[in-house]
């Protein structure tokens, strides 16, 4: 088997995925129940998989589903997103000695294999590796990336607040994977098409025992990815975003949003790709030892902002827009793409219950009116 190769393994196929992961020493990472919610973990056996679950989305809801079937990736995303493991919420940086010398702290290189990652969390994580690695970026980003092995999963069946096929990320993937699965349950049984992205896939695979894939599976498999491309629950409206919200930026539209928003910065904790933070040194009370911590940070706090004098964003309104604006105009000036992937959590769980795809569209529906 080779990149470019499709191979078919069954349930217990993918349990020996799992397995191999963990073999080869790697920190296997997915779906899994917990909470009320299908959120991202650590798997010590396929066992711990979500099988026959799903989830009903909306605006402010998220609500977990037993299904008639066995399927394991029939779910949309969940409030954690893959970006947590890559770009901790929360870590020490430094020790801080009572000469104020900065000791920092050495992590241990990272290996993660992540298995289930849809179109549209990859796509956040090619966009987290623009924004954090590289030669000027966050080194431990870059460590945790280095080594990391991606199981992909095709989306066969979207939420009600997905809109990645408006965004272009989903809802099949097409890069950045080591391995691709896509799920079909029929009269054939309960079964996982693979696509092998890279050489270490292929090694992977090998170890996992595969049926060869026959031309009626890979048709089938492709015909389910490109349906569900039909039924997202939500879309982006199809204009240039950047100019909208560039012309909108005085627009009266931005009190509405206000005065239902909260500002509680859960839309930017959910969001996949959301990478700003702040920095806070915490001492013992001896005053002997201090340390510093990142932790993830939002444009909805008034501290975030904050300069000498003040907050520059003092309303609600504002914060919204810089948002909204920086996701999905600005970010282009400054990495090249959107900053949105069309995942929907943002949606899904805002207490408000605000689409992000609604307010855009009210935009546009303002800037024609202001046309007319």
Known sequence: MMPGDAAVIDRAGLDRLVEVLRAHRYNVIGPQVRDGAV??????????????????????RYRLVR?????????????GSWKQFLHPPRRKIAD??????????????????????????LASIAILQRV?????????????????????????????VCFCASMGTGPGVSAG????????????????????????GASVLAEVGTHQASAADVTQAREAVTEAAGRMGRSMPDLDLRSLIRDSSESPHWQDVASRCLT??????????????????????????????????????????YQHGGSVRRSGESRYRQWL?????????????????????????CPAGIDLTAEVAALAEGAGDDQR
Not at 67 to 79: I, Q, T, W
Not at 325 to 349: E, M, N, P
Request: charged share 25%.
């Open 39 to 60: 959120v991202l973990g650590e798997l010590e056996t396929g066992a711990a998989l979500p099988d026959g679950w799903g989830v009903q989305t909306a605006p402010g």
């Open 67 to 79: 299904r008639e079937d066995a399927a394991v990736f029939s779910h949309s995303a969940g409030p």
């Open 96 to 121: 801080i000695t009572p000469d104020l010398e900065s000791a920092p702290i050495e992590e241990a290189p990272a290996r993660y294999a992540f298995l289930g990652v849809r179109g549209c969390d």
């Open 132 to 160: 954090l690695g590289g030669e000027h970026g966050d080194t431990s980003f870059d460590r945790r990336h280095e080594g990391l092995f991606v199981v992909a999963a095709n989306c066969i069946e979207p939420g009600g």
């Open 177 to 200: 994977y080591d391995l691709a699965l896509t799920e079909r349950i029929d009269r054939l049984g309960h079964r996982f098409l693979v696509d092998i992205g890279t050489e270490a």
């Open 264 to 305: 509680c910065a859960n839309c930017t904790m959910v969001c996949p790709t959301c990478f700003c933070t702040s920095t806070e040194d915490v001492t013992d009370l001896e005053g002997d030892h201090a340390e510093r911590w990142e932790h993830w940070s939002s444009c909805f706090e008034l501290d975030f902002s």
């Open 325 to 349: 604006s920086h996701k999905l105009s600005t970010w282009y000036d400054q990495f090249g793409s959107s900053g949105c992937v069309g995942c929907g959590r943002c949606i899904a769980w």
